[in-house]
Structure formats: C-alpha cells, structure tokens
C-alpha cells in the first residue's frame, strides 16, 4: 500500500545544504527535499538534479544552471540538448548542437568548444571525440591524453582505468594512454570494487586489474559491482552474484539494476519493485518502472505518471501530468 506525503513549501530560513530532487507539477519544474517539502518553486521548463551544488535548468529554450537557493549561477544561454550536469567542476556546454566544449562553474569556457561530442569528467579526465567517429580522453586544461583512436562509446575512467574499443576488441587503457589489458574482449564494462565484466566466447566473466579472468566467463550478460553484489544473466533470469562468483540472490528476475543505498530495482513479470541483500523484499513489485535510490528517493513510474517514493515505498510526490511516451500503454 503506498501512503502519499503532502507537500508544503519550506520556510526560506530553511537550509540549502540538504538534498534537493527536481519534480513537475502544473507543466513546470521545481525541487523538493526528501519530505517532499518545496524548496525551489515551479518556474522552470525543465530541472536536473544536483551535482556539485550546481542543476541545469531549461528557460525559454536555453539551458542554464541553478545553485540550491533557486538562484542562476550560469544564465540560460547554452544549447539545451548539448548541454550537460556537472561533474569534478566542469559541465558539457555548447552555444549549438555542431560543437562541444566544456564551463566552469562560473559559466566560462574552460575548454573551447571545438569537439563533435564530449563525456563527462571521471578521475580528471573526459571522453573527447575531435572527429566524428574516434575519440580519446582530454585533462582538465583541454590537453589530449589518451591518443583520439578509440571507436564506440567505451567508459569513462574508474578506478584509474578505462575500457576502450579498437579494431572490433575491448581492452582497457591507464591514465597516460598506456594499454593496461591488452584488447580480447567482445564486451567490456566499468572497473567497480576492482574488478570489471568482460566477455570472451559470448560468455561474461570478471576480470582484475591485470585482465586475467578471476570470475569465469560463465554468464549471458553481467553488470559491475555495487555494494559487493553484482547483476548477473543465465539465460532469461537475473540474479545478483558475490565476489566468489557464487549466487547471492538466484536468478529469478526478468530484469535488475544494480544495488545503491542497500536496494535495487528488480521486475518481476510487469510490474518493479525494490529488493534487499539477502534477496527478500524491501518494496514488492507495484511500478511500471524504477530507478535506484539516490538521496533516500528514487524514481518510479506509476501508470503514465513519474513519481518518487522513499525506501519503504511510500509515495513523497507525484507528476499531476502524464508522460506522453506511456499514454498509449493506458488507453
């Protein structure tokens, strides 16, 4: 049974250090605090969360970016879909959809925009395409340093390490552009709790740091670890895994996202819910989809309208508009 919080605006002495989660109501966008308080009011086309201080924001067709007092820190002047959160300080952001550069919090351009795409920053480093079809990995004073080469999307870097993709095979390469693992693999994912999925003769294993496989490939699709367990495929069932490659939770899912804040999103049949650990239920299944937890709330689709619930599943705030890609599904 899902219990809805009501919602009252906050007093403006009210913190602004607290968690902020961007909603809709009435067509518009503001943020709420985990109560589901109103902290920011409705008067954006558009919000994204929080990420250093700092969300991007749509006014009047621009992108801009907001600290937590509601207030423009970067005025709406960027290209909104080619601009993005910012991450270690610095944020994607074009005056056009043909170029890629990246701001500082302060709205300058830090590194001209001069690329055909851009990541995000992870350890320092950013993903960089100077053409349209290879790219390689600039610092934050814009120099290239991991040669442009690499094809596909890859990974960004996580714990010192990269997955890139050259001449159809996956490997992985350091900080400094060396080749850490040679490329062998069909597939490869992020490094997570030191260790990373690949896949070798279309079966998923894991691999160490040194690329020797310490988790035999064994599984039809396999994610990177979260909180010690990861998610792992057999045929048309989820499970998650331990690090000794054993069964945690058997595979009995139709589809999994990975374990944040002691929960993860599992569906059974049709409908989402919310699982623990040792693999009973924090939330039974109930949504039409789900999204982890971040901040104590997480995402989930009720019918064709988004909303946030907390860990036991109570409803802190519903969209009052539906989301015009699952209309059709209600008819």
């Known amino acids: ?33 985990s109560g589901g308080i109103i902290v920011i009011p409705f008067k954006f086309d558009y919000a994204a969360d929080f990420h250093g201080g700092l969300a991007k924001v749509e006014s009047n067709e621009k992108c801009g970016y907001i600290n937590t007092a509601g207030e423009f820190v970067v005025r709406p002047q960027y290209d909104f879909l080619n601009s993005e959160d910012f991450s270690e300080g610095l944020a994607q952001a074009g005056t056009d959809r043909r170029k890629n550069g990246f701001i500082d919090t302060t709205g300058r351009m830090a590194i001209p925009a001069t690329y055909f ?17 290879e790219y390689g990995f600039i610092n934050k004073a814009g120099r290239l340093v991991v040669p442009a080469v690499y094809s596909d999307y890859g990974c960004d870097f996580h714990e010192g390490l990269a997955c890139v993709k ?22 490869a994912f992020d490094f997570s709790e030191e260790i990373a999925p690949a896949e070798l003769d279309k079966k998923w294993g894991f691999i160490d ?55 993860a999103p599992v569906r059974l049949g049709a409908k989402w819910g919310y699982l623990r650990h040792d693999g009973t239920f924090a939330v039974a299944p109930q949504f039409e989809d789900a999204w982890i937890f971040d901040g ?36």
């Open 166 to 187: 050259k001449d159809g095979k996956y490997g992985f390469v350091d900080k400094f552009g060396k080749i850490a693992i040679p490329f062998q693999f069909q597939q």
């Open 209 to 263: 740091r040194t690329g020797v496989f310490v988790i035999p490939p064994q599984f039809d699709l396999a994610w990177s670890f979260q909180e010690g367990l990861a998610p792992a495929r057999i045929g048309e069932k989820w499970g998650f895994i331990a690090k000794a490659g054993r069964w945690a939770v058997p595979p009995q899912f139709d589809e999994v996202i990975g374990f944040s804040e002691g929960l």
């Open 117 to 133: 795409m851009t990541g995000k920053f992870s350890e320092g480093l950013a993903k960089v395409w100077p053409t349209p079809s």
């Open 1 to 33: 049974m899902i219990v809805l919080l009501v919602a009252v605006t906050a007093a403006p002495a009210q913190r602004r250090n607290e968690r902020l989660f961007p909603v809709e109501q009435g067509g518009k966008y503001g943020y709420i605090n």
């Open 296 to 331: 104590g709330l997480a995402q989930v689709r009720i019918g064709a309208r988004w909303a946030l619930v907390n860990v036991n599943g109570t409803l802190v705030w519903k969209w009052d508009e539906d989301d015009d890609l699952y209309t059709t599904d209600q008819d």
